[in-house]
């Protein structure tokens, strides 16, 4: 694929086609990040995440091009300071990913490197897309989509026991592969023993109300409270708010477990153990159709 000279994900893409990169397209481009689909030689295309983002781009314009990339696209321009920390950040989340690789229902990470300017890894493409759908369209079996968000949270729980903490659990960090969920992204993720990212952070649909005070210390009880409003939203085709005032249209079973997931303090929630086992319990014994969707907010 080919972009327009100034579109502000030209300068990432050229670069990797120099590094022997074929671009078969552009999935994402962030502040932060550019995700490409690609193949090296005849090797079945990947997911490329590079550690370069809207707002380095314009530091690698000449004088001559920056005027025009601004009457095209606006973004920021970082300072050095700044493009050497979002770049220290990448590389945390890359050393994370590595963590985590052979966890079961977790993305994996493939393969690493680095450029002058940024640095790479890449995951398999998987051929599901995202848990979005599930939120946005109505009938279907539920035992289906239950069974992708059990997958999630055995993902999570093996996160856990690798001291890892997610943080960032929602529907586009949900992806399908064959029918079966995997957790990915792990860009917001902080070791357990570290104290990572601001104190105070949010408010978010899908962020639990300590990360308003202590997100930089955030326990694997905020994966289960984030992972529960997913469910939830799943289930019940709503936000959890007025008392979880629709869960009456989620598995008889699963309420309890669901309801106390969501508990506003961390130390009253479950383990994400006993949310995967409810969920996978939910998953093969359910069989009434996903009900009407009534609240697609983001």
Known sequence: MHLHPMHPAAWTLDYLRAAGWHIKDLLAFTRAS?????HRDDAAPVVLKAGFGSNHVLAELDEATRP?????YWYAEMTEAERALTREDFLHEIAVA???????HVVPLLEEG??????????PHCNGGSFRPFLTEAGGSQTVGLRVLADVADGLVTLHERGIVHRDVYQENVLIHDGRGLITDLGAARRIDTTRGPAARGPEVHWPPEYATSYDTATPAADVFSLAV???RYLCADIPRHGHSHLETAPAALRPLLS????PEPKDRPEMSELRDGLRHAATSTTAPHRAVTNTTP
Request: neutral net charge.
């Open 114 to 123: 680095s450029t002058d300017r940024f640095d790479w890894y890449t995951m």
């Open 68 to 72: 025009a990339a601004y009457g095209f």
């Open 230 to 232: 997913l469910t939830y």
């Open 98 to 104: 590595r963590t985590a690789t052979g966890a079961a």
């Open 260 to 263: 106390a997931s969501l508990a």
């Open 34 to 38: 550019t995700l490409v689909l690609a």
